[in-house]
């Protein structure tokens, strides 16, 4: 399964309702996930930018962007941010492979 890191910021109303009724979102999200056919790894709040961090793997980009555009959808969040992790061992393979490409940068000598 591919993972991705997801960021997001919840709306002040979003907050103020939190505030008010203080919910766990935890279980909402893994819900979510597993019925895509994914899975919650894990999840934060944070400070800055972002009011929630989480690690989401699912099986394929679709599964992830229909995530995305649900919880965006809902109103709840003023943004959300997907980024698709790669794995080090994937990452190494990729650095490798790259090394093999034949690609010159603007001005290199031929």
Same mark, same amino acid.
């Given at each position: 399964m591919a993972s991705y890191l997801v960021? #997001? /910021?919840y709306t002040s109303e979003a907050l103020a309702s939190? $505030?008010?009724? +203080?919910e766990n979102r935890t279980e909402v999200v893994k819900k979510t996930a597993k019925k895509l056919g994914g899975k919650l790894f894990a999840s934060?709040? /944070?400070f800055g930018e972002h009011d929630l961090v989480m690690v989401i793997e699912m099986p394929d980009k679709i599964s992830m962007a229909s995530f995305a555009i649900a919880a965006a959808a809902g109103g709840s969040l003023k /943004? $959300? *941010?997907t980024t698709p992790l790669i794995s080090i061992?994937? #990452?190494m393979a990729a650095i490798k492979k790259a090394a093999t490409s034949g690609? *010159? +940068?603007i001005g #290199? *000598? *031929?």
């Open positions: 960021q #997001a /910021s939190l $505030v008010k009724n +203080p934060w709040l /944070s /943004s $959300v *941010k061992e994937d #990452a690609y *010159k +940068p #290199a *000598k *031929k």
